[in-house]
Structures are given as structure tokens and as C-alpha cells.
């Protein structure tokens, strides 16, 4: 199974400032197709999973371009220009390359500060 | 607008049975492949079970591998999942989980309680 790590787990940022969450894989994520399935979730407070992210850098539907996907391989970043209070909750990354099964990384806990 | 509402979930013993279902709507449910994703209290995500828009290609997590069985009725848009043999390390949210360029949207869940 593919392990997915990700750093820190608990993020604490100042309201207006950056962040960054890291997600590294035990195995490249590049499909034979040469696509990369490498997805990211916030989960609020309270509330189900919502994507944000899907195949590296494509944004969701709706979701603010403050949000921003990044990286290749085995290292991914997910990145948040100014964080707003709205961005608090949990933060995941999940790939869906080498399936079944789906797995997904630990978790970044994002607060303010 | 896309809906998935799940139910079915509850208090059930130790190797007991349940069976959740996810009502699907404001899409063409037998279009897209379906999932089943699980969150124990105060933990992470983990992926269960996948299922073909058509009711084929079936996979598991190992750790529900010949307990649990996914199913779907496209006539009916909705999604199940049958769980046997249930443990205590079952307990968890439910998710269902509609599958476009992988795993987008999510219902609310149902909480799966195994307790004694």
C-alpha cells in the first residue's frame, strides 16, 4: 500500500498569513497514463470532508483561489496565501494512483493563532 | 445540486449486522463509481469499499474484506453497504462518496456504533 505522510500535523497560523502543508508518498503517484491522482480534502469543524484539490493542482468548484496545489512524484504541497477563519478544520491529502486501496495522509491541523 | 444522505447507521453488538444506505441525488448516480469512506472518532479517513457505476469492479480495504459487501440499485440511485461480523474497531462516521476525477463530493454520514 502507498503511505502518505504528511507535516506538520498541527499548524497554527496567524490570520492573514501564509501556510503550508507538506504530503510525501512512499511511491511515485505518476498513472502509466502519466497523470498524478494526488488529492486534497479540508474538513471543517462538525462537517463531512470537502475536496479542494484533485490531480495535484486543480481547483474545486467554489473553492478560493487561496488554495493553491503544487508539487510532482513523491512530495506535494498544499498552500494557503492568506489564511482566513474559515480555513480552520483538518486538512488531508489522499491518492488515488495505485488503488485499492485509496489512502490518505494522517492529517494537518490547521488553527489560528 | 448533488445530494448523498446516508443512513442505517446505529448501536449494534459485537458480531452483529447492519446495513447502511445512501440515497443519491441532483446527478446521474449510474454514471459515476461510488465509495464508501469510514472516520473513527477523532481520527483520520480511511477508504473501505469501491464500487463500478455499473455495479461491477468491487474492491475492499483488507480490514473489511469478506465482512462487509457494497452494493447499488441504479433504478433506485442508491448506494449500500451490508456490514457482518461487526467489531468494536468498526465504529466509525460512514461516508458515501461520489466518484469524479476521484472522490469529490460527500454525504453527511451515519455514525456505526459496536458496542456491548
Known amino acids: 500500500d502507498v503511505v502518505m505522510t504528511q507535516s506538520p500535523l498541527s499548524l497554527p497560523v496567524a490570520l492573514g498569513q501564509p501556510a503550508s502543508i507538506s504530503c510525501r508518498s512512499s511511491?511515485?503517484?505518476?498513472?502509466?497514463?502519466?497523470?498524478?491522482?494526488l488529492n486534497w480534502f479540508q474538513q471543517r469543524p462538525g462537517q463531512s470532508p470537502r475536496r479542494l484539490i484533485y490531480e495535484v493542482s486543480n481547483r474545486d468548484s467554489g473553492v478560493p483561489d487561496r488554495f493553491s496545489g503544487s508539487g510532482s512524484g513523491t512530495d506535494f504541497t498544499l498552500e494557503i496565501s492568506r489564511v482566513e477563519a474559515e480555513d480552520v478544520g483538518v486538512y488531508y491529502c489522499m491518492q488515488s494512483t495505485h488503488w485499492p486501496p485509496y489512502t490518505f495522509g494522517q492529517g494537518t491541523k490547521l488553527e489560528i493563532k | 445540486e448533488v445530494q448523498l444522505v446516508e443512513s442505517g447507521g446505529g448501536l449494534v453488538q459485537p458480531g452483529g449486522s447492519l446495513r447502511l444506505s445512501c440515497a443519491a441525488s441532483g446527478f446521474t448516480f449510474s454514471g459515476h463509481s461510488m465509495h464508501w469512506v469510514r472516520q473513527a472518532p477523532g481520527k483520520g479517513l480511511v477508504w473501505v469499499s469501491r464500487i463500478h457505476s455499473d455495479g461491477t469492479h468491487i474492491t475492499y480495504a483488507e480490514s473489511v474484506k469478506g465482512r462487509f459487501t457494497i452494493s447499488r440499485d441504479n433504478a433506485k440511485n442508491t448506494l449500500y453497504l451490508q456490514m457482518n461480523t461487526l467489531r468494536a474497531e468498526d465504529t466509525a462516521m460512514y461516508y458515501c462518496v461520489r466518484d469524479s476525477s476521484t472522490l469529490d463530493y460527500w454525504g453527511q454520514g451515519t455514525l456505526v456504533t459496536v458496542s456491548s
Open positions: 511511491q511515485s503517484l505518476v498513472h502509466s497514463n502519466g497523470n498524478t491522482y
